[in-house]
């Protein structure tokens, strides 16, 4: 079973992106190819195939089953860094 932790930063920052999201409530996570540990985060209507669906609370996350190794056992954080990029990370 795919388990990962989410910090109260990004509970907070995913919350407040699914408040203007609209009816897109999944939230897809997949790992950035050109930047290890960071997460690309994107909002869908409805899952595919081949993902893995994990709900923590109110939120509902889709993966890759091919991904899925890369978020098990990890926290999913939210850094904003110093230039206001606003990401998030696998640690």
Known sequence: MLVFILTEN??????????????????????RKSCFM????????SIH?????ITKGELHFIIDNG???YF????????????GFKQFEII
Do not use: Y
Request: aromatic share 4%; proline share 2%.
């Open 10 to 31: 990004a509970k907070t920052e995913l919350q407040n992106r699914l408040n203007l999201a609209g009816s897109k409530q999944l939230i897809r996570l997949q790992m």
């Open 72 to 83: 098990n056992n990890k926290t999913l954080d939210f850094i904003p860094d110093t230039t």
């Open 49 to 53: 195939q081949n993902d893995a669906e």
């Open 38 to 45: 960071k997460v690309k985060l994107t909002f869908e209507e």
């Open 67 to 69: 991904e899925c190794h």
